[in-house]
């Protein structure tokens, strides 16, 4: 669902309150880890222009090239290496796999798996 939210948060730049809002109302909200979704938008949102700072440092094309699904994917990655400590960087990076293979295109996993990759190397060497 985070995803989703922050798909609709580049095509219809919603502020936090708007996506939120949207997002409880559907039927698949009761499912999930409510805290840390709203953490997640939140923080995303309010660091937006900074992650893509960050992450265009890792991409070979340039942001306006990648597909708003797959930079959503990019963003929760991002966040979760840069944000969540706690979590596995391997962990972060299979479930971004997992989640282009679901939503993004065809072989866009890859692309996912190597930015995050080379990001992860760099934010969490400490």
Do not use: W
């Not at 990076?93 to 930015?115: C, D, Q």
Request: charged residues 30%.
């Amino acid at each position: 669902m985070i995803v989703q939210a922050l798909y609709q948060m580049q095509l219809a730049d919603h502020e936090v309150k708007e996506l939120l809002s949207q997002c409880r109302e559907r039927e698949d909200y009761k499912k999930i880890d409510k805290i840390y979704f709203t953490q997640a938008i939140r923080t995303i949102y309010k660091s937006k222009t900074e992650f893509l700072a960050g992450i265009e440092v890792y991409l070979d094309r340039s942001i306006s090239q990648i597909d708003p699904i797959e930079m959503g994917i990019l963003l929760l990655g991002y966040y979760e290496l840069e944000m969540k400590r706690e979590i596995d960087i391997g962990v972060i990076i299979n479930e971004a796999i997992n989640l282009t293979k679901r939503f993004g295109s065809p072989e866009g996993h890859k692309y996912i798996n190597a930015v995050l990759d080379r990001a992860a190397k760099v934010i969490r060497a400490a």
